[in-house]
């Protein structure tokens, strides 16, 4: 509004200007001030299509409705490829037989019915401008007369019937309508100047509200259709498939709450239909349920999402359904994992792994399993888990999910102070990055590496400084314990010195002995060998002796 101001400050006969602030006062209810400005981009330009089609929805506001086709007419004629114009024409028409009934004698071919239609609209304009000339307590009192249903006024106004009830209340206290504010108005005049706005609203709403009627009576009456017609197979399947499809586009498309609605109006009128009519009724509302739980888990109800997935568990059970219970242990899970109680999904999920039918199923399950054993900081549950994923990664032949797998178990040797294998595992992940052209991993990746990199290096540095610790605390524990055994040595070194030298003189002592006795021995033997020998001298001199004689 304040920039269609300024703009006109500066272009005051622009039109696109004043067509723009004649939507502005459109929006704040001044439909007054509206129809002048787009009167006003008409004035220069009879067939400027924006100032036609704004003077129409002032008018088609207002309550106007044949002048507002004529301006609607003259639009699509200038603009026929214009949907807006056409659209207008629709509503218009449909206002009037509401209000007057089918307009089937009266024919816009020709410019004479054209103008005949305009002068009425304007005579009608112009008795409504007398009208307002009234005073306001003579509107009140004719409004007074018309009674109106308070159930339809409360439908039509809705949180303003609050207001209009309050107001209404105001007028019986005749002390404060004889009263005035500080500027001199009195409290009457703006009591009902209130309630005559909302008296408008009313009556406007009154002509609009049958439209939407009719839309409603139209699905009140498909819905009966829906209900009591007995439908055929091919028109069950083909409103099944037809609701399945809507529902999971709703929910891809970013409209959950529109998919959970949709998806519990299904569920309701399936539950109504027999089961001669449904053979896989089961089956199809515990699909629902599930389509209800992912709706929710979308929205953030992480509870009702919990509830929706068990139902469609329970419905699975009771009916022997493999699949759906495998799908439904997959979707509790994610729930579980979302409100961060992991040991409940690991739980859950480790149900479901022998219902895994192919290897991409239970790469990605063995994956989530190992990214909860992380979270709880279980290292090595993380790393087990980790290695099955990236085993069935590979034999699926996934980059994808070789790189995601890689991840995790360079993760868990992280928290398992594996660094060396950390860092293995993390430049195969990034080689697997690189492959699949992913920059974001890549990156993520590369500071991994880095705060690995450093902790290895610290860890290495501290089993340095806890191996010099160590020796430092050998060598001066021998030393505390080493001067009593010093002492010890000593005493038994002397004790041995001693011992040896004792030994030492005893043995030279014998010798010395043994060299005396050996000495005696000798000289005896010597002294005995010369007494034989003088005896055997003897005898020879006597043999000759008496050889001579």
């Given amino acids: 509004m304040y920039a269609a101001f300024q703009a006109l400050k500066l272009r005051a006969e622009d039109k696109h200007c004043l067509v723009a602030r004649s939507k502005c006062y459109l929006r704040l209810g001044d439909t007054e001030n509206s129809l002048k400005d787009a009167e006003a981009s008409l004035q220069n330009d ?5 100032g036609l089609y704004q003077k129409a929805e002032t008018l088609y506001t207002m309550g106007d409705f044949e002048f507002a086709l004529v301006f609607y007419h003259r639009g699509y004629r200038l603009r026929p490829e214009l949907q ?8 218009s028409q449909e206002a009037i037989v509401n209000c007057i009934g089918s307009p089937s004698s009266v024919k816009l071919e020709n410019k004479e019915d054209l103008c005949f239609i305009s002068r009425q609209a304007e005579t009608k304009k112009a008795n409504q401008k007398l009208q307002i000339k009234l005073t306001k307590d003579q509107k009140w009192t004719k409004k007074q007369e ?4 308070p159930k339809i006024e409360r439908q039509l106004l ?21 009263s005035s504010t500080k500027q001199g108005i009195k409290v009457a005049d703006m009591v009902l100047s209130g309630i005559a706005y909302l008296d408008t609203r009313t009556e406007f709403w009154q002509q609009q509200k049958p439209i939407y009627a009719r839309v409603r009576e139209r699905k009140l009456r498909q819905q009966r259709w829906i209900r009591d017609k007995k439908r055929k197979p091919a028109e069950v399947a083909r409103y099944i498939v037809k609701s399945m499809e809507d529902i999971d586009m709703l929910l891809t498309g970013g409209s959950p709450e529109e998919s959970c609605k949709k998806a519990e109006h299904v569920l309701k009128t399936i539950q109504g239909w027999s089961d001669d009519e449904v053979p896989n009724k089961n089956e199809l509302i515990g699909n629902l349920h599930s389509c209800i739980g992912n709706a929710q888990l979308e929205m953030g109800q992480m509870e009702a999402a919990l509830q929706s997935h068990k139902m469609d568990l329970e419905f699975a059970r009771q009916n022997n359904l493999p699949d759906a219970i495998s799908r439904a242990l997959d979707n509790i899970g994610r729930v579980y994992a979302r409100i961060g109680k992991f040991q409940e999904a690991i739980d859950t999920w480790e149900e479901k792994i022998p219902m895994a039918k192919s290897s991409l199923e239970k790469t990605w399950l063995f994956h ?18 980790g290695e099955k994923s990236l085993q069935s990664a590979d034999e699926e032949g996934d980059v994808e999910w070789q790189l995601h797998a890689s991840v995790l178990v360079a993760q868990a040797q992280e928290k398992l102070k594996d660094y060396q294998s950390a860092i293995m595992n993390f430049e195969k992940a990034l080689e697997k990055a690189k492959l699949v052209h992913d920059d974001a991993a890549q990156k993520a990746i590369i500071i991994a590496l880095d705060d690995v990199s450093r902790s290895f290096i610290e860890d290495l540095k501290e089993r340095g400084r806890e191996m010099t610790d ?9 030393n505390e314990n080493t001067d009593d055994d010093n002492c010890e040595k000593d005493r038994e070194g002397k004790e041995s010195e001693q011992g040896t030298e004792n030994r030492d003189g ?18 005896e033997s010597k002294e005995e060998e010369s007494k034989r020998d003088d005896e055997e001298g003897k005898r020879d001199g006597d043999a000759s002796k008496k050889d001579k004689k």
């Fill in 46 to 50: 009879k067939t400027f299509s924006k």
């Fill in 84 to 91: 807006k114009f056409r659209l207008g024409i629709q509503k």
């Fill in 146 to 149: 018309t009674q109106r249903n």
């Fill in 158 to 178: 809705g949180e303003l019937y609050a207001d209009k009830a309050y107001l209404e209340k105001l007028l019986k206290d005749e002390d404060l309508m004889k």
């Fill in 368 to 385: 989530e399993i190992g990214r909860c054993y992380l979270e709880l900081d279980k290292g090595e549950a993380a790393r087990n888990y």
């Fill in 470 to 478: 160590h020796s430092l605390i050998d060598y001066d524990f021998s």
């Fill in 506 to 523: 005893k043995e030279n002592e014998d010798a010395k002995n043994d060299k005396e006795q050996g000495g005696d021995k000798e000289h």
